[in-house]
């Protein structure tokens, strides 16, 4: 019976996917859909599995998603990976789900890595309530959504590159003011992790001394009402 499986994988090490989804990509599925079949092929190299991949992409995702749905049609079972993390959050997945939907294809979501989480919860801000913003766009919009970032009465939480973390701290800053709390993840799961607090300028002060690389979530406190 055809099913599409979206199965989370880890965002650094390599330790952190579950039995669970180790069992479903060795045993249960056909094909292994990945954003990017050679990171994916360390993952399984690792773990001793032998499947046979198809990439999945921002850049084919449109054109692979007919194939694929007809594959499935065909009584395929098929997971999908991203590089890193729970696939359709901030990653391609989201037009072969809505596909499958359509199609009355079963569709399963394992629980798993996914960085925004762990981000959030070691900031030490609020997390009862909170916005995920995945990444900003680069020019069109991009202001208009740091105000309404800026104006958020909740936690909100962001994906961003080491090369335009400081423009955007510094863009925030602007619009939340900067003294607003913030935190930046960088490196989540890996050797050199680490979660730096503070006020948006501090965080700013601190990462043009220190420089920044790696991977990066940003955690901004909601506006008060005080």
Do not use: W
Not at 90 to 98: K, N, T, Y
Not at 120 to 146: C, T, Y
Not at 207 to 225: A, N, P, R
Request: proline residues 4%; charged residues 25%; hydrophobic residues 40%.
């Amino acid at each position: 019976m055809s099913k599409l499986v979206l199965v989370p994988t880890p965002i650094g090490n390599l330790e952190d996917i579950t039995l669970r989804a180790l069992r479903i990509l060795k045993e249960e599925v056909d094909l292994i859909v990945a954003e990017d079949t050679r990171k994916t092929g360390i993952l399984l190299k690792h773990y001793d599995i032998s499947k046979p991949m198809s990439a999945f992409h921002q850049h084919n995702e449109h054109k692979q998603v007919d194939r694929l749905i007809d594959r499935l049609l065909a009584s395929e079972r098929m997971a999908l990976v991203t590089d890193a993390g729970t696939p359709a959050i901030s990653d391609p997945g989201f037009l072969l789900v809505r596909a499958c939907i359509q199609h009355d294809i079963e569709v399963e979501c394992l629980p798993g890595a996914t960085a925004f989480v762990p981000a959030l919860v070691n900031s030490g801000l609020p997390a009862d309530r909170f916005v995920f913003e995945g990444f900003l766009p680069h020019k069109k919009g991009r202001q208009s959504r740091i105000k309404a970032i800026a104006e958020q009465a909740y936690t909100s939480i962001l994906y961003e590159s080491p090369h335009r973390l400081l423009k955007t701290l510094q863009q925030l800053a602007e619009e939340a003011g900067s003294d607003r709390k913030a935190a930046v993840a960088r490196e989540l799961t890996k050797i050199y992790e680490e979660t730096i607090r503070g006020t948006l300028s501090e965080l700013i002060l601190h990462f043009e001394q220190q420089g920044v690389k790696g991977e990066i979530v940003i955690v901004l406190e909601g506006k008060s009402d005080k």
